[in-house]
């Protein structure tokens, strides 16, 4: 199994460097501590929404969509969890329900969604506006990856970009329009991934121009994401993609988060300018490398603690500057 972590960050310049795996543990130990502590009561600003303040968590039956769910119904929010699956979903919503002390007020149901299907979809945001006027935290972690080890197959790129990337903009886009006004900001919380950095050192793609563009708030664009998914996914079907030119691990999975990563950016962008009451902040962050499916149970942290960061974006207090920025381990790291 490749080591996501290490593939994500080691192998990456700044990360290269001597003391790089020191650090990261440091961090983690110092998130650890972090997520010991209590939300204060005026940092609670969910508590004070009427009825409740609603999240949204989609591939939420198994692995880091599972723990976000369950982290944030702990944490008091009204949690809907998602999933493809009616069995494995209930199953999963029932299992947070039944774990929790009574005292802890959990609050949560199932909900079905598959954001691979535009009518799925369709259904899940006519359900939520006509059940709770909306949603004020989503929380985008579904995702798929069938390579596993040192593979880099392409053979399913399609349905991995169109899962990773066209269905997290799907939701993005249906569920803008329900976010709810409050004086605190809705939160969208994209689960992406360092190997989808712009400028990772071994695995970035080989096109500079390209990169450039990418990071370029004035380049940057749905068209030229198209493109670049466009240009990848024909040169799979003609057979000649290589991994100069894409990036070199898990091309197909890495180009999709890299897809992700620059639609957050964008969006922030363009959600910067709401007025106040009706902020969106939208934010990306990569889990690090997690013991789950996805990895085959390698990964060196647990799903809960893969899970922090992104809980962490969905509650931050209102910050303007949090706003179409990339995270990992609680801090913001570069696209
Ligand atoms: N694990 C890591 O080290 C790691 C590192 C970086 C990023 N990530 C990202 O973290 C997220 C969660 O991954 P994980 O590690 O928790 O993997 P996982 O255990 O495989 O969970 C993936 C979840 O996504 C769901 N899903 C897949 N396609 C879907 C669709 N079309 N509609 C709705 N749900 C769908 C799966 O549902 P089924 O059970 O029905 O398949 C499952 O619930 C992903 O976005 C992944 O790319 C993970």
Request: glycine content about 8%.
């Amino acid at each position: 199994m490749v080591d996501f972590d290490a593939a994500h960050c080691e192998r990456d310049g700044e990360e290269r460097e001597g003391g790089a795996r020191e650090r990261r543990e440091q961090r983690r130990r110092e998130v650890t501590l972090l997520r010991a502590l209590p939300y204060e009561p005026h940092q609670r600003w969910w508590d004070r929404l009427a009825p409740c303040a609603v999240a949204v968590v989609t591939g939420a039956n198994r692995g880091i969509g599972f723990e976000a769910a369950r982290l944030l119904a702990r944490h008091g929010l009204h949690v809907v969890l998602t999933s493809r699956d009616a069995a494995k979903g209930q199953d999963a919503a029932a299992r947070i329900l039944t774990e929790a002390p009574d005292e802890a007020g959990v609050s949560l149901e199932w909900r079905q969604l598959d954001l691979a299907d535009s009518a799925s979809v369709e259904a899940f945001a006519a359900w939520a506006v006509e059940t709770h006027g909306g949603i004020h935290v989503l929380v985008n972690n579904a995702g798929v990856n069938f390579n596993k080890g040192a593979d880099n197959s392409v053979e399913f790129a399609e349905q991995v970009i169109q899962t990773n990337y066209y269905g997290t903009k799907r939701m993005i886009d249906a569920m803008i329009p329900l976010m709810k006004p409050s004086p605190y900001g809705a939160r969208i919380v994209n689960v992406s991934s360092r190997l989808g950095r712009v400028n990772g050192r071994r695995n970035r793609i080989g096109d500079v121009s390209l990169r450039d563009r990418l990071l370029n708030d004035d380049c940057l664009s749905e068209q030229l994401i198209d493109e670049m998914i466009t240009k990848f996914l024909e040169q799979v079907k003609q057979g000649t993609w290589s991994s100069n030119q894409w990036p070199q691990m898990y091309t197909d999975y890495s180009i999709s988060k890299l897809a992700v990563n620059a639609y957050t950016r964008l969006m922030g962008r363009r959600l910067s300018d709401r007025p106040e009451g009706q902020k969106i902040y939208i934010n990306c962050f990569c889990p690090g490398w997690v013991k789950t499916a996805m990895t085959g149970w390698e990964g060196n942290i647990s799903a809960e603690e893969g899970a922090d960061t992104g809980v962490w974006l969905a509650l931050l207090p209102q910050e303007p500057s949090t706003n179409g920025k990339f995270f990992a381990e609680r801090r913001e790291i570069s696209f």
